[in-house]
């Protein structure tokens, strides 16, 4: 029993850190209807800039504090509602988990721009230190920060508790998530209920990253180019809000503090080496991944509550479809003359170091291309595709390296085991979608990121994976510019086989199933085959890109491609250029390249790494502009063509042209088969 106490304990303090967390994703879920990524992003930030008034500012613990935790973290709850969320009360899941990526890509990038990357040892701690052993629990010592953690995370949940049941603003706030619109009917000011949650749910992020600060393993480094140690733990604060079904603050409360005495007990009863490095990490994910699958309650989740939902506006067409016919013959001129002028001057006089530039902006645009499909074409949110990509790098050089495999075989065999796994993640997850696969999605990039790839066998460890240059026969793409050929033609290949799959029959059935399951599978639609085609596709399409992109630079590591926050950049990148066409893929390739390029090579240091929160803005407007902002200015640019072209016909007494109707456009079959189907799109049905 001693023993049992002496390793269930420390738990318990543990435990609270992943309360915090879940009891801040119940909360913003709850009142606003956001399962708020970002969470951890928000603690990260009041945690630093606490840090930074106590240690450079020479402030109080306690000042520090409350302008850290009760001015700041409200603030930036404030500015988040006032100028992105209020204006998408309505939008789909999908929308609304967007936003929340972006403002996690842009919160640790804008705090490495105005307070540089220095790092901050030996972080302060909020109340007692976690240095100083309080007491003793039988032979168990209880050190101040456990204390401090405990104490305080017990007395905020109550606190919250109270607030959301027995006070007219918590009552107004579950009305509010249940049905904005129907509320305001009742004459609820919903803009200032969701204001106030905004603000409630930031202060409990910034009071979990200012407490995470006594943890010894998060106060040891304080970096803002690593966020990863707060990030991490949103794995743990998922899984206990999951348990809770997003719905108890006492229930999450409570399944918080066991997932932590759960895993302690784990440390202090498996054996040191092999199978506790292997059993106690991968636990949290385990459970995670058994409660999204297991628990029916959570499928409740994907029920729109909404009766008001169905009075959305249809989505924007694409741009193809309101270009005027005489500017069709021009433009595929045009870009057939840039596509030759782009060859042959990457071939011939362009510098090398811009040759390998463009090689890493064609190699991400293969893995883009999973966006499109997986995003763009079936609609559902999938944040791994950065650890599919991964996989097919991995297992391009272990096969290479140690089995003497070629490259490009190897490749190939990378991009099919990337779809087999990604397969079988579509099968176990098979009862699931919207909001809860793309949670799955992203426990399993956490997964991959902190658990699979830090093994030899799998990822190389810390040194990661060699992969060649290909040889094929005579041919050696060992120089950049020749790479760059063999890059193109991968490419060309792919975009011809997601090209395919648009217009084919997958293509019409992945389309209905975006637009309604309920109504696809009507018409004897499999949602199984569709879902395991499309995941199984995207995968391999990834790790054929992942596969290039290593042996581009001749290496692959988790920290060079299959860290999870590479997955969450990806998407706001592909979604911020367009994630429904094939084009969208290769500009957000191309220009997410260059753009880094021309950043790292003539900005100043501290604003290098501004291009993730130039792509996060964009995310940020995908719920009023589900195309992407670069394919709506697109439209916006052709229709004001368009008119100006009319008005000189016009001037001269002649008919414009009829412009080209949507169905005939090959680039939007969803459209075709949704109309085929009687279904309108996700605006009339969202599934997330």
Not at 660 to 680: D, F, H, Q
Request: aromatic share 8%; proline share 5%.
């Amino acid at each position: 029993m001693t023993t049992l106490l002496d390793y269930g304990l420390p738990g318990i303090p543990y435990g609270c850190v992943f309360a915090l967390l879940a009891v801040g994703l119940v909360v913003t879920f709850r009142s606003t209807g956001v399962f708020n990524l970002a969470f951890g992003a928000q603690a990260f930030a009041a945690a630093f800039i606490f840090d930074v008034l106590v240690r450079s500012e020479g402030l109080s613990v306690w000042v520090a504090f409350v302008l850290s935790v009760l001015v700041i973290s409200p603030a930036l709850g404030l500015v988040l509602d006032r100028f992105l969320y209020r204006h998408i009360p309505t939008a789909s899941t999908t929308a609304k988990v967007v936003s929340a990526v972006g403002v996690f890509i842009a919160i640790p990038q804008a705090l490495l721009i105005f307070f540089g990357s220095t790092p901050r040892e030996d972080a302060p701690s909020l109340w007692l230190s976690s240095s100083v052993v309080e007491f003793h629990l039988g032979s168990t010592p209880i050190n101040g920060g456990e204390v401090t953690m405990t104490v305080i995370t017990v007395s905020v949940v109550l606190a919250v508790v109270a607030l959301l049941r027995w006070t007219p603003i918590g009552l107004e706030m579950r009305a509010v998530v249940e049905s904005r619109r129907l509320a305001q009917l009742q004459g609820v000011d919903a803009a200032r209920v969701s204001a106030s949650a905004w603000a409630l749910s930031s202060m409990l992020a910034g009071l979990a990253g200012v407490l995470l600060l006594s943890l010894p393993q998060v106060s040891a480094v304080l970096n803002p180019e690593d966020p990863l140690e707060f990030t991490s733990l949103l794995v743990a604060g998922l899984t206990a809000a999951a348990l809770a079904r997003m719905r108890s603050l006492m229930g999450a409360l409570g399944a918080a503090v066991a997932l932590g005495v759960a895993e302690s007990l784990l440390t202090g009863y498996l054996p040191s080496g092999t199978v506790s490095e292997a059993v106690v990490p991968a636990f949290p994910f385990v459970v995670l991944f058994a409660t999204l699958i297991g628990s029916r309650g959570l499928r409740g989740l994907e029920r729109r509550a909404d009766p008001l939902s169905g009075v959305d506006p249809p989505p924007a067409p694409p741009a193809v479809s309101v270009r005027d016919p005489r500017l069709e013959m021009p433009m595929r001129v045009g870009w057939r003359m840039l596509l030759v002028a782009f060859v042959v001057s990457s071939l011939t006089w362009v510098p090398g170091y811009w040759v390998t530039t463009l090689n890493q902006g064609l190699a991400l645009s293969i893995v883009f291309l999973s966006i499109t499909l997986i995003t763009g074409q079936s609609g559902q949110l999938s944040l791994c595709q950065a650890s599919f990509a991964a996989i097919g790098g991995f297992a391009a050089g272990q096969l290479a390296v140690h089995l003497g495999f070629a490259v490009l075989l190897g490749a190939l065999v990378g991009a099919a085991m990337a779809a087999v796994v990604g397969a079988l993640l579509a099968v176990v997850a098979v009862r699931i979608s919207g909001l809860l696969l793309t949670l799955l999605t992203l426990a399993f990039a956490l997964f991959c990121d902190q658990f699979l790839f830090s093994y030899s066998w799998a990822g190389g460890g810390a040194n990661g994976v060699n992969v060649p240059r290909p040889l094929l026969g005579p041919l050696n793409f060992s120089s950049d510019r020749s790479f760059l050929v063999l890059t193109m033609v991968v490419l060309a290949l792919c975009c011809g086989v997601v090209a395919l799959v648009q217009k084919g029959t997958t293509g019409r059935f992945l389309g209905a199933v975006r637009g309604s399951e309920a109504g696809a599978a009507s018409m004897g639609v499999s949602l199984l085959r569709s879902r395991v085609t499309v995941f199984a596709l995207s995968a391999a399409l990834a790790g054929l890109g992942g596969a290039m992109y290593g042996s581009l630079y001749q290496s692959v590591s988790d920290t060079s491609l299959g860290a999870y926050e590479y997955s969450l950049a990806f998407v706001v990148v592909v979604i911020t250029t367009g994630a429904r066409r094939i084009e969208g893929a290769i500009q957000a390739g191309m220009s997410f390249a260059i753009i880094t390029f021309l950043l790292d090579s003539y900005a100043p240091a501290r604003i290098s790494g501004i291009t993730p929160i130039l792509f996060a803005f964009g995310a940020m407007t995908y719920a009023a502009h589900p195309e992407g902002v670069v394919e709506y200015q697109k439209r916006k640019w052709l229709e004001r063509v368009s008119r100006l072209l009319a008005a000189i016909d016009t001037r001269r007494g002649r008919t414009p042209p009829t412009s080209k109707p949507v169905g005939v456009s090959s680039s939007v079959p969803e459209l075709v088969s949704g109309g085929a189907l009687g279904l309108s799109g996700e605006a009339v049905a969202p599934n997330g």
